[in-house]
T-cell receptor, first 115, second 116 residues
Framework: EPEVTQTPSHQVTQMGQEVILRCVPI?????FYWYRQILGQKVEFLVS????????KSEIFDDQFSVERPDGSNFTLKIRSTKLEDSAMYFC?????????????FGPGTRLTVT | AQSVTQLDSHVSVSEGTPVLLRCNYS??????LFWYVQHPNKGLQLLLK??????LVKGINGFEAEFKKSETSFHLTKPSAHMSDAAEYFC??????????????FGKGTTLSVSS
């Protein structure tokens, strides 16, 4: 069964450094998402991406964040200058269509630790 | 604005007894509702979804949920718990109005513990 994959599984970085989290969505999916879950808190939407542009973003997704689909298979989340409060589990998701009844398929997550 | 409230942060049951995980939602539209499960160190897996068809929805692993519009609830049930059901469960709502984005709104999660 196709699945969403994410790398790395765990990333440790120092405050102020740039990090890139990578995701490979399911191959025929057209809509891509990033979510994050700070330890002990709920999963929060960051951004959605369709047709090579951001279609929706949350208040969390400020200028420090960017997304890209560089090569038609990978979908990346970049944090330009990490802060301690960026420490969280980051989930990538994809879906085949945009309507809400289509399931979003989630990857296993990347745990980001900022020290 | 949409929101989801999971009424219990932790539920403990014995193996073989029924499971009830409670969820209430708030939505201006006819929502799509989902239950996802997260096992330790695993990704989020869809258990079941409601998308304005039958109000009683059956999912994987014997789980089901009933959409009750009058009560704005979407509680998750299973007749008989198994040890492998121990996990974190998330009730999720989706706004059908924004097709391009369609962000999921998560509840805080309910940790299900199953004892032998």
């Amino acid at each position: 069964e196709p699945e969403v994959t994410q790398t790395p599984s765990h990333q440790v970085t120092q405050m102020g450094q740039e990090v890139i989290l990578r995701c490979v969505p399911i191959s025929n999916h057209l809509y891509f998402y990033w979510y994050r879950q700070i330890l002990g808190q709920k999963v929060e939407f960051l951004v959605s991406f369709y047709n090579n542009e951001i279609s929706e973003k949350s208040e969390i997704f400020d200028d420090q964040f960017s997304v890209e689909r560089p090569d038609g298979s990978n979908f990346t989340l970049k944090i330009r200058s990490t802060k301690l409060e960026d420490s969280a589990m980051y989930f990538c998701a994809s879906r085949v269509g945009g309507a809400s009844f289509y399931e979003q398929y989630f990857g296993p997550g990347t745990r980001l630790t900022v020290t | 604005a949409q929101s989801v409230t999971q009424l219990d942060s932790h539920v403990s049951v014995s193996e073989g007894t029924p499971v009830l995980l409670r969820c209430n939602y708030s939505s201006s539209y006819s929502p799509s509702l989902f239950w996802y499960v997260q096992h330790p160190n695993k990704g989020l897996q869809l258990l079941l979804k409601y998308t304005s068809a039958a109000t009683l929805v059956k999912g994987i692993n014997g789980f089901e949920a009933e959409f009750k519009k009058s009560e704005t609830s979407f509680h998750l049930t299973k007749p008989s718990a198994h040890m492998s059901d121990a996990a974190e469960y998330f009730c999720v709502v989706s706004d059908p109005g924004n097709q391009a984005g369609t962000a999921l709104i998560f509840g805080k999660g309910t940790t299900l513990s199953v004892s032998s």
